[in-house]
């Protein structure tokens, strides 16, 4: 107890320090009076803990994120109120409004994670919403975050990867927009080092080999250079710096490559002390500098001097060609864009006459619009909403010259809608520089674009293809939604009005076989066609009235093929209505078995929820597995085997032996006496005095499919079976 009390002591007094006189007597007089009251029933381990992160939070804020008091004494402030010391009316009543405003939002924040322990689908929406009212409320979060990854040790193993794994799909995205990169940085290390740890300790020793080799190259590099610039009198600090593990993770995946192909391990960063109005001249004149010095590659200029980021990050990029022909990145920036670049958009603030709010209040905005629409599928905004923070940026202008800012990729479509909803819906194509261009047309940075409208024009599903950003497919969505909904009550109303002149009986059910029959996977499909005019009326009496006549099941036989075996199993279904899994706790989740890995009763699995909101049962060891928890961590949900199942799993082996008819002959004679395994079907080729074969069987469990595959390896010329 007492040396956490020293530690709270000692990051108490290194904010005050830090914060550099910003805070006055009274206020931290006002900070320490809340403490000092004492309150009956408080336990004094646990409010000590939570003061402790509190203060340690704050520090994150101090340091990493250039926050001023009114976020420091608002973190501190949240726990006290957490802690039993004091009630969020007190606090209204003794603190300004702006403290009260970000402790409310920090409150709300965290009644969802008292009711929910991690963020999932619809809590995220209802996050976001809470954490888009206010900036500050987001950066205290993303420094809680930060607290907490760098104190896993504190949690249980399953809490562990669930904490990680929303610092690496929320958090980090959302520091990366807010320009937050030190910050950034360390939650994707630290996630990746809990999720992935095996992968991030290669890595790490590997950097680690070459350490030396490289700071010689980095060495070599500089030094020339470094005499350059101070001989044209440049005031400046030069190093070089390793890129995280994370974002060299990122480049092997992305490249499908080795570490020892990644070329760019490292990044040398050339920062200018220079007054304001000198920054872009002297920023450029380095540029030339370098580019003399060391061959430039034209395609890598990045430019950010010009037009920053919407974070608010400035700087200029290039990659040249430097000792032993390797490619190397210079970074050339101020001591301000320095700051602002690792600590982010609230660095701004502490430079007069610099602009840097606008456009991230420009985002927010289209933040909550987006959260705000009750049509939005929560595990699509989650997608979309990390798509966005991660993209690249293009700049274009309007007829009258208003710039507007949209991901790279963006076409005329996405334009349209960012400019306004009813023009997206009504976009027919645009004329871009003063030529003719259609929806399709990707917006290149400077275009001047004017779109083109008529009021005929509707949305269509095709232009979900076409939109890159949220807000567009946002909108088209919920218009479609709408007008699926409307087609779907004409197209049933028209048949029910049509069986009723026909004094047919109206049954839904053999609407859903007739559906099906005709080829529709929905009956949302065939009566849109129907609404639609493509379907002969006369032809779906007949067939209605067959179906009625023959009964279901003669029915059900007649839409059956191979195919539809093949991918659309009853037996899938039957595993869906048994009870032997449990599923994020639960029993009785409707699910289905993903068609990637197979999984059957017995094999160790974990639940992934898919785009449409269905839960996909998949093998833990599941190829795709380690790429779905990278990109989509917060759509995992774990899920057991329960029981004893009465269902069958299709599984397939790969069996491999001599080319001899009578060894295949021999295999399947042993699976047809099996009592607990039927054969669905088997494939055979040969080549080089070998065969192999796909052997698919259906099974109840891992049990029996383990005893299949020992007598297999037992059948004399069989060289190897497996798993597929």
């Given at each position: 107890?007492?040396?956490?009390?020293?530690?709270?002591?000692?990051?108490?007094?290194?904010?005050?320090?830090?914060?550099?006189?910003?805070?006055?007597?009274?206020?931290?007089?006002?900070?320490?009076?809340?403490?000092?009251?004492?309150?009956?029933?408080?336990?004094?381990?646990?409010?000590?803990?939570?003061?402790?992160?509190?203060?340690?939070?704050?520090?994150?804020?101090?340091?990493?994120?250039?926050?001023?008091?009114?976020?420091?004494?608002?973190?501190?402030?949240?726990?006290?109120?957490?802690?039993?010391?004091?009630?969020?009316?007190?606090?209204?009543?003794?603190?300004?409004?702006?403290?009260?405003?970000?402790?409310?939002?920090?409150?709300?924040?965290?009644?969802?994670?008292?009711?929910?322990?991690?963020?999932?689908?619809?809590?995220?929406?209802?996050?976001?919403?809470?954490?888009?009212?206010?900036?500050?409320?987001?950066?205290?979060?993303?420094?809680?975050?930060?607290?907490?990854?760098?104190?896993?040790?504190?949690?249980?193993?399953?809490?562990?990867?669930?904490?990680?794994?929303?610092?690496?799909?929320?958090?980090?995205?959302?520091?990366?927009?807010?320009?937050?990169?030190?910050?950034?940085?360390?939650?994707?290390?630290?996630?990746?080092?809990?999720?992935?740890?095996?992968?991030?300790?290669?890595?790490?020793?590997?950097?680690?080999?070459?350490?030396?080799?490289?700071?010689?190259?980095?060495?070599?590099?500089?030094?020339?250079?470094?005499?350059?610039?101070?001989?044209?009198?440049?005031?400046?600090?030069?190093?070089?710096?390793?890129?995280?593990?994370?974002?060299?993770?990122?480049?092997?995946?992305?490249?499908?490559?080795?570490?020892?192909?990644?070329?760019?391990?490292?990044?040398?960063?050339?920062?200018?002390?220079?007054?304001?109005?000198?920054?872009?001249?002297?920023?450029?004149?380095?540029?030339?500098?370098?580019?003399?010095?060391?061959?430039?590659?034209?395609?890598?200029?990045?430019?950010?001097?010009?037009?920053?980021?919407?974070?608010?990050?400035?700087?200029?990029?290039?990659?040249?060609?430097?000792?032993?022909?390797?490619?190397?990145?210079?970074?050339?920036?101020?001591?301000?864009?320095?700051?602002?670049?690792?600590?982010g958009l609230a660095a701004h603030f502490k430079y007069k006459g610099v602009k840097g709010e606008t456009d991230f209040d420009m985002w927010l905005a289209n933040v909550r619009e987006?959260?705000?629409?009750?049509?939005?599928?929560?595990?699509?905004?989650?997608?979309?909403?990390?798509?966005?923070?991660?993209?690249?940026?293009?700049?274009?202008?309007?007829?009258?010259?208003?710039?507007?800012?949209?991901?790279?990729?963006?076409?005329?479509?996405?334009?349209?809608?960012?400019?306004?909803?009813?023009?997206?819906?009504?976009?027919?194509?645009?004329?871009?520089?003063?030529?003719?261009?259609?929806i399709r047309q990707v917006l290149s940075n400077g275009d001047q674009v004017e779109v083109l409208s008529s009021q005929s024009q509707k949305p269509r599903k095709e232009w979900l293809?076409?939109?890159?950003?949220?807000?567009?497919?946002?909108?088209?969505?919920?218009?479609?939604?709408?007008?699926?909904?409307?087609?779907?009550?004409?197209?049933?109303?028209?048949?029910?009005?049509?069986?009723?002149?026909?004094?047919?009986?109206?049954?839904?059910?053999?609407?859903?076989?007739?559906?099906?029959?005709?080829?529709?996977?929905?009956?949302?499909?065939?009566?849109?066609?129907?609404?639609?005019?493509?379907?002969?009326?006369?032809?779906?009496?007949?067939?209605?009235?067959?179906?009625?006549?023959?009964?279901?099941?003669?029915?059900?036989?007649?839409?059956?093929?191979?195919?539809?075996?093949?991918?659309?199993?009853?037996?899938?279904?039957?595993?869906?209505?048994?009870?032997?899994?449990?599923?994020?706790?639960?029993?009785?989740?409707?699910?289905?078995?993903?068609?990637?890995?197979?999984?059957?009763?017995?094999?160790?699995?974990?639940?992934?929820?898919?785009?449409?909101?269905?839960?996909?049962?998949?093998?833990?060891?599941?190829?795709?597995?380690?790429?779905?928890?990278?990109?989509?961590?917060?759509?995992?949900?774990?899920?057991?085997?329960?029981?004893?199942?009465?269902?069958?799993?299709?599984?397939?082996?790969?069996?491999?032996?001599?080319?001899?008819?009578?060894?295949?002959?021999?295999?399947?004679?042993?699976?047809?006496?099996?009592?607990?395994?039927?054969?669905?079907?088997?494939?055979?080729?040969?080549?080089?005095?070998?065969?192999?074969?796909?052997?698919?069987?259906?099974?109840?469990?891992?049990?029996?499919?383990?005893?299949?595959?020992?007598?297999?390896?037992?059948?004399?010329?069989?060289?190897?079976?497996?798993?597929?």
């Open positions: 107890m007492n040396e956490r009390k020293h530690d709270f002591i000692d990051k108490y007094r290194k904010v005050l320090r830090l914060s550099d006189g910003m805070f006055e007597a009274g206020e931290i007089a006002a900070v320490r009076a809340v403490f000092k009251e004492s309150k009956a029933g408080i336990d004094e381990a646990v409010a000590l803990d939570k003061m402790l992160k509190a203060v340690s939070t704050a520090l994150i804020l101090v340091e990493d994120a250039n926050l001023g008091k009114v976020a420091v004494m608002s973190k501190i402030i949240y726990e006290a109120v957490e802690s039993g010391f004091c009630t969020y009316e007190e606090v209204q009543a003794k603190f300004p409004q702006q403290v009260t405003v970000i402790v409310d939002g920090l409150i709300k924040a965290h009644e969802l994670y008292r009711k929910h322990k991690f963020v999932e689908t619809e809590n995220f929406r209802k996050l976001l919403l809470v954490l888009a009212r206010d900036i500050r409320v987001i950066i205290i979060m993303i420094c809680d975050r930060l607290y907490l990854m760098r104190n896993l040790h504190l949690f249980d193993a399953e809490e562990q990867q669930k904490i990680a794994q929303e610092a690496s799909y929320l958090y980090a995205p959302l520091a990366h927009r807010l320009g937050l990169y030190k910050i950034k940085s360390e939650l994707e290390d630290l996630s990746m080092k809990c999720v992935s740890r095996d992968i991030y300790k290669e890595i790490a020793s590997k950097l680690n080999e070459t350490k030396r080799s490289r700071d010689k190259y980095i060495s070599e590099f500089i030094g020339p250079l470094k005499e350059k610039l101070e001989a044209e009198g440049f005031k400046f600090s030069i190093k070089g710096r390793t890129k995280s593990i994370y974002s060299i993770w990122n480049k092997m995946r992305k490249q499908n490559t080795k570490f020892e192909n990644i070329y760019d391990l490292f990044a040398i960063r050339i920062i200018l002390d220079t007054p304001l109005d000198r920054e872009h001249a002297e920023c450029w004149q380095v540029y030339s500098i370098v580019a003399d010095m060391y061959q430039p590659n034209p395609k890598r200029l990045r430019d950010w001097l010009s037009i920053p980021k919407s974070n608010g990050y400035e700087s200029l990029h290039t990659t040249v060609m430097g000792p032993g022909g390797k490619w190397v990145e210079v970074q050339i920036r101020t001591e301000r864009m320095d700051v602002v670049a690792e600590k987006v959260l705000e629409n009750p049509e939005t599928s929560s595990v699509d905004y989650i997608d979309d909403f990390k798509l966005n923070l991660y993209n690249k940026e293009v700049f274009v202008f309007t007829p009258k010259g208003d710039l507007f800012k949209l991901p790279k990729g963006a076409t005329v479509l996405d334009f349209a809608f960012q400019i306004h909803s009813n023009l997206g819906a009504r976009c027919v194509g645009a004329r871009i520089n003063g030529k003719n261009a259609t293809s076409i939109v890159n950003t949220t807000k567009a497919k946002t909108k088209i969505k919920q218009i479609l939604r709408e007008e699926e909904a409307a087609n779907l009550e004409l197209g049933k109303e028209l048949l029910k009005r049509r069986l009723k002149n026909w004094k047919i009986e109206y049954d839904e059910t053999l609407i859903t076989k007739l559906a099906k029959k005709i080829g529709y996977k929905t009956t949302t499909d065939f009566f849109q066609d129907l609404a639609d005019e493509r379907l002969d009326l006369q032809k779906v009496k007949e067939l209605y009235l067959d179906i009625e006549k023959r009964g279901s099941q003669a029915a059900e036989t007649e839409v059956r093929s191979a195919e539809g075996f093949e991918h659309v199993s009853d037996l899938e279904e039957k595993s869906g209505r048994d009870d032997v899994l449990i599923i994020d706790h639960l029993r009785g989740v409707e699910y289905s078995l993903a068609k990637c890995c197979n999984p059957i009763f017995g094999d160790e699995i974990f639940g992934f929820i898919s785009a449409r909101g269905g839960i996909k049962i998949h093998k833990s060891d599941c190829p795709n597995a380690p790429q779905m928890m990278s990109r989509f961590g917060y759509r995992f949900v774990k899920a057991l085997w329960t029981g004893k199942s009465d269902s069958l799993y299709a599984c397939t082996l790969r069996v491999v032996g001599n080319d001899d008819i009578g060894i295949v002959t021999n295999i399947t004679s042993l699976i047809q006496k099996e009592s607990n395994v039927t054969t669905r079907s088997i494939s055979v080729d040969s080549v080089d005095g070998l065969f192999q074969g796909n052997i698919t069987v259906m099974v109840n469990d891992t049990k029996a499919l383990n005893g299949l595959v020992k007598k297999i390896k037992a059948v004399k010329g069989v060289k190897s079976v497996e798993r597929v």
